[in-house]
């Protein structure tokens, strides 16, 4: 009897057990609420300021917060104290830059130089606005922080919307994804940056308004130059 009572505790032991395992199975395998969309109102030229739930590494550097700019840049170096200029609340206006072309010098018309530009994530860096019909929204947990840009206009043409948006995860990797774009009258950058002063950017994309664009992804080995008045889907077609 006492053999018998000693393998009924293993048993019971071993059985709860198995239903903690069971539960505790059964908790992690439930899909993970998403996290709740906040919206901002960010003025012309404006940004807010992003806390992030995790570390984000970029460029060499670490970062827990982020800044998320009206004219579609991410940035992780605050608009107020940008080293070195004594700019304060750089909206980053109000056209995208041309890395592969510009000099350093140039790339700020107040003369502060590129430094403005450091360590931004640009899905689509151009002169946008909310006129009425946008949104700014973010979403994110300890896995990802994402950034979305909906229905905003090109600067004052309520014709232009723009809907985009980027997401970062702790690794380091990003994500951006484009629902409509249309801009006429300024020139727009598609890029990640880092420490200009060294030449740290990656462009993937730039057009200017009156002198064709460049476009580059991971199907091509170098960007490609689309000509004044061509189209992307004849110079790159899918």
Known sequence: KKMLSRWIGVS??????????????????????????????????????????????????????SFMFANGVVGFISPNNIPGTGIVNDGLCCSGIDFENATYSSMSSQGYGGVRFDFTIMPWHTDLIDTGPGHFYTQGDSTYQKYMWEAVDEYYQTARENTFDLTIYPLGNIHMTYQEVDI?????????????????????????????????????????????GASICDVVPL
């Open 12 to 65: 019971s032991l071993k059985n709860s057990c198995l239903v903690l395992l069971a539960l505790f199975f059964l908790l992690c395998s439930q899909p993970k609420a998403d996290a709740p969309i906040v919206e901002h109102t960010i003025a012309d030229d404006g940004w807010v300021e992003v806390p992030l739930d995790f570390t984000f590494p970029f460029w060499g550097n670490s970062y827990t917060t």
């Open 184 to 228: 006429a009258n300024h020139s727009v950058t598609v890029a990640v940056v880092g420490d200009l002063s060294e030449g740290e950017y990656i462009q993937w994309f730039y057009n200017h308004p009156t002198s064709g664009a460049i476009y580059w992804d991971t199907s091509e080995s170098a960007p490609v130059d689309i000509g004044e």
